[in-house]
């Protein structure tokens, strides 16, 4: 059994920072690709940050330059920092992981966590 729990949402004011946090745990062999979605209410969940096994990372339009995903792989832990947040950043944010455990290799998502921003 696999399990991403996130961390680190809230509510913060336009042009704030926010740190997320997200942390597999269970029978795992592997972490291959890593990444953060967001849900806005009525929107589709999309791509905000990913980052593969080796470092490398890839950025929605609307996080470059503001957004840094990164990834601890002695914790099995991706980050979001997240800078100059806007308004329309405001949504559900889910982790979502490619994870080998023995004999198979699945997709996992985090349950999400919630992120205001607001003044």
């Known amino acids: 059994q696999v399990q991403l729990v996130e961390s680190g949402g809230g509510l913060v004011q336009p042009g704030g920072s926010l740190r997320l946090s997200c942390a597999a745990s269970g029978s795992i062999n592997s972490i291959y690709t890593m990444g953060w979605y967001r849900q806005a209410p009525g929107k589709q969940r999309g791509l905000v940050a990913a980052i593969s096994s080796g470092g490398s990372t890839s950025y929605a339009d609307s996080a470059k330059g503001r957004f840094t995903i990164s990834r601890d792989n002695a914790k099995n832990t991706v980050y979001l920092q997240m800078n100059s947040l806007k308004p329309e950043d405001t949504a559900v944010y889910y982790c979502?992981?490619?994870?080998?455990?023995?004999?198979?290799?699945?997709?996992?998502w985090g349950q999400g966590t919630q992120v205001t921003v607001s003044s």
């Open positions: 979502n992981a490619d994870i080998a455990t023995v004999g198979s290799i699945g997709n996992y």
